[in-house]
């Protein structure tokens, strides 16, 4: 039961694979030509001719007119005057707009001028507010306040920033105070001092403005007192020629100038 069915192979030739295709159609022309109608065509007769009546009387023809309606096929597929929606779309209601031109009579509220204020007066009598008492408290001791002391310069002052803060200065210049109308920024000058205490290369950190001569005679002034400075030579055992950077910031005092 269970061997294998032969396959079956057809080994048709091109030639005769066509040959059996031509000999279909042609019987399939044959066949069209012989069994199709050749007569030619005729005009179909009506059976019902139009026939057209008279009616004398209202009535008969709105009952022609219903017999015709039952016998429509169309009659619920189409809208029509005498089917079943012909009243929803042929007899629409006419709407008609009423203006309403009405108004209510004036009604006034009736106020007896003799009643005006009652109601505050009465707010009034019953808010008395208390008695005014005196303190209880005695009055507050007066504390006498400590001021922080200020300290005013009298005169132009420098400081030392950097590594060099921490080298002694053997000569302490004079400062002077300038004749001006407002106060001067402070001169900042960047130096460079060798192992000996001698200054080197001066030069201003801050940007003096063009227009302000008093500000830049001072700064002018710093860098002069800057190069005269002689500081605290190193000891024997460090470095000869090795220079310590520091910053020099002068602290001007400006004096109203003279009349």
């Known amino acids: 039961m269970n061997a294998a069915l032969p396959e ?20 399939q022309a044959l066949a069209v030509m012989v069994l199709s109608d050749r007569t030619g065509v005729r005009p179909r007769v009506a059976a019902v001719h139009p026939v057209i009546t008279l009616l004398s009387e209202p009535e008969a023809g709105h009952s022609l007119l219903a017999r015709h309606a039952v016998s429509d096929p169309t009659l619920l597929a189409l809208p029509s005057a005498a089917g079943f929606s012909g009243p929803a779309w042929l007899k629409l209601p006419r709407t008609e707009h009423r203006l309403l031109d009405w108004s ?21 009598q019953a808010s008395v507010p208390p008695p005014l008492l005196p303190a209880d408290k005695p009055a507050p001791k007066a504390t006498e306040l400590e001021l922080p002391k200020l300290t005013v310069r009298e005169q132009s002052t420098f400081r030392i920033e950097g590594d ?26 960047q130096v460079a001092v060798d192992s000996q205490g001698y200054v080197h290369s001066p030069s201003l950190l801050n940007i003096t403005s063009p227009g302000d ?6 700064d002018q002034h710093a860098l002069k007192l800057v190069r005269g400075l002689r500081f605290e030579p190193l000891t024997a055992g460090g470095q000869t ?15 109203p100038p003279a009349q």
């Open 8 to 27: 079956i192979e057809f080994c048709w030739s091109a030639r005769k694979l066509w040959s059996v295709t031509i000999v279909i159609f042609a019987g």
């Open 213 to 218: 001569t008093v500000q830049r005679n001072a």
């Open 164 to 189: 060099l803060a921490r080298r002694k200065l053997l000569i302490s210049p004079a400062l002077q105070s300038w004749p001006h109308n407002d106060l001067l920024a402070n001169t900042e000058v």
């Open 104 to 124: 209510e009579p004036d009604q006034w509220l009736a106020q007896s001028p003799a009643q005006l204020g009652a109601t505050f007066t009465n707010f009034v």
């Open 241 to 255: 020629n090795a220079l310590m950077l520091g910053r020099i910031i002068f602290e001007w005092l400006t004096i």
